[in-house]
């Protein structure tokens, strides 16, 4: 795809020190016959999803997982500890955040 082509050359440094942006590439492109506006590009770009969602799906995945072998039980706090002790870095506001998103939630014991 074109706009693939534009992000992974926009803002490229070679040994000659000259830096394309989004925009002089779309011009050179639209030149020679590939009609491309930059505004295209940055549409196309805010559609992907950024490193904290990319980030999320795969702690998303870890936290179900962690949920469901203890058997749904499991509150933020605990699938926070599990997660450090397995080697997981993760913040436990993000568990927390998380967990709410997907509808996970520990078991309240009345006392």
């Known amino acids: 795809m074109i706009v693939d082509f534009i992000r992974e050359h926009a803002d490229d ?3 000659d020190g000259l830096r394309w ?9 639209t030149e020679h016959g ?15 999803p950024s490193k904290r969602d990319e980030r999320d799906q795969v702690l998303l995945e870890h936290i179900r997982r962690v949920h469901q072998e203890n058997f749904g039980v499991y509150g933020p706090r ?24 997907d509808g ?8």
């Open 13 to 15: 440094q070679p040994a």
């Open 21 to 29: 942006g989004v925009e002089p590439i779309c011009a050179v492109l």
């Open 34 to 48: 590939v009609k491309i506006a930059p505004s295209t590009y940055y549409e196309w770009k805010d559609k992907l």
């Open 78 to 101: 605990k699938v926070w500890l599990t997660l450090n002790r397995e080697g997981i870095p993760v913040a436990r506001c993000t568990i927390e955040r998380l967990m709410r998103a």
């Open 104 to 111: 996970l939630a520990g078991l309240c014991v009345a006392r």
